[in-house]
T-cell receptor, first 111, second 114 residues
Framework: DAKTTQPPSMDCAEGRAANLPCNHSTISGNEYVYWYRQIHSQGPQYIIH???NNETNEMASLIITEDRKSSTLILPHATLRDTAVYYCIALGMDSSYKLIFGSGTRLLVRP | DGGITQSPKYLFRKEGQNVTLSCEQNLNHDAMYWYRQDPGQGLRLIYY???????QKGDIAEGYSVSREKKESFPLTVTSAQKNPTAFYLC?????????????FGDGTRLSIL
């Protein structure tokens, strides 16, 4: 699976959009981009995933660049409860059963 | 509500003792997984099962055992052979084992040694 690179920390104001970047320059054509988050002492929470097209669900939007080398997770109206560590993962068909979390981005939403 | 239930939330093990962590899902998912998370670390795969009565070792299976006799249940036994069992254990499930199906997690069991 491709390696992903994320900034170690970010912050944003409550009510504003949080844009979390992820670099996955070695991603292969059959690898999906997944986003999870983990709040301290809880299990990881699935947010969204995509292959080539941009995706949106009730939690977030995922924007994948045309060359697929990077993506951005957008939380449109961040709340204090969105404070967590966010993980970007490239998951391929070859090892689809194994999620590998890197160090992630620690997002702090400020009141 | 549909989801994944792990119990207990906290568990203490004495030296030389086997303990079993429960994981139940009512999502009708075929695939189930066990991960271990150490403080400040990512996840490491212990075992996974893509279908009832079948399971495979992950990266760190030594000292652990599992069974998958029912679709909804995937218990993990931490045996006395696991010399460093203190960790946060996470169970997950997905519709299938394919990469386009997300894994959903329970709230975890925190295991400590007395």
């Amino acid at each position: 699976d491709a390696k992903t690179t994320q900034p170690p920390s970010m912050d944003c104001a409550e009510g504003r959009a949080a844009n979390l970047p992820c670099n996955h320059s070695t991603i292969s054509g059959n690898e999906y981009v997944y986003w999870y988050r983990q709040i301290h002492s809880q299990g990881p929470q699935y947010i969204i995933h995509g292959l080539k097209n941009n995706e949106t669900n009730e939690m977030a939007s995922l924007i994948i660049t045309e060359d697929r080398k990077s993506s951005t997770l957008i939380l449109p109206h961040a709340t204090l409860r969105d404070t967590a560590v966010y993980y970007c993962i490239a998951l391929g068909m070859d090892s689809s059963y194994k999620l590998i979390f890197g160090s992630g981005t620690r997002l702090l939403v400020r009141p | 509500d549909g989801g994944i239930t792990q119990s207990p939330k906290y568990l203490f093990r004495k030296e030389g003792q086997n303990v079993t962590l429960s994981c139940e899902q009512n999502l009708n998912h075929d695939a189930m997984y066990w991960y271990r998370q150490d403080p400040g670390q990512g996840l490491r795969l212990i075992y996974y099962s893509q279908i009832v009565n079948d399971f495979q070792k992950g990266d760190i299976a030594e000292g652990y055992s599992v069974s998958r006799e029912k679709k909804e249940s995937f218990p993990l036994t931490v045996t006395s052979a696991q010399k460093n069992p203190t960790a946060f254990y996470l169970c997950a499930s997905s519709i299938s084992g394919w990469a386009n199906q997300p894994q959903h997690f329970g709230d975890g069991t925190r295991l400590s040694i007395l």
